[in-house]
């Protein structure tokens, strides 16, 4: 996905010649990845796709209608819009280049939205909905309805890159509801206010003492490295300020995940 997003090649093909010659067509289509649920993957890949979200709540009698009209529309009245788009593509082509620097200000200047790839992604739909106006009639009011969409959904995707992933959140909404209080914690080993010590195996225990279910303890190893929230540092020894040691006194040795507490600059 990252290397056709910039239109490279995906394949090579061998040339019927005597050399070793090779035809790589470039990537000249589009992909859509269609599911029920979200994609979850890197920042790399979140930011290379433009999330919309389908629903039935806008079906009206009236959309019925209007999809069974076309779905009988005559096939030959169907090819004017590749015409009209081809026809027109040196307009198109400078609508582009015209408006998509003014869009990626615009989208600039939102203080929720930091990365250019998501901004770059979205300024070119509005400038392609631009574009579109010229094959075919829009109001300005859609336009400026769309444009503000798309503005939406840029701060939603920039927002699904700063969220931690679904399993990091599970586990930290468990350690928030089992640790107890700072002065009194179940989980938290370490005595720094700055920092968060957490041994896995210990969370599992306290985690089925109180009936919380967690996920396979091999998925949150996986993914705990990536918590946003609260920002992995190592893993080391620390003195438990939970877990006593044979003679009573807390302070037993315990490998632990250390992670900053929110907000902090703990290193």
Known sequence: LKSVFNGNPIRSLGVKTAGNETYEPPFRGAIVIEQNAPVNASDAILSRIVHMHFDKKGHTEQLNQMAKKLENWPMEKLSHFILAATTKERDILAMLEQKLPIYSKQLQQEPQIREFRIIKNHATLMALLDALALVVPISDEIRLEVQAELTGMAIERQQSINADHPIVQEFWEAYDYLNGTR?????????????????????????????????????????????????????????????????????????CWIFKTEGSNAK
């Open 183 to 255: 002065d009194n914690p179940r989980i938290n080993h370490t005595a720094e206010d700055s920092l968060i010590a957490i041994n896995l195996n210990h969370f599992y225990e306290v985690a089925e003492g109180h009936r919380q279910k967690l996920p396979p303890i091999s998925d949150i190893k996986r993914h705990l490295k990536s918590s946003r929230t609260r920002k992995f540092i190592d893993q080391r020894v620390v003195n438990s300020q939970v877990i006593r040691d044979a003679g009573g006194t807390i302070g037993r040795s315990m490998r």
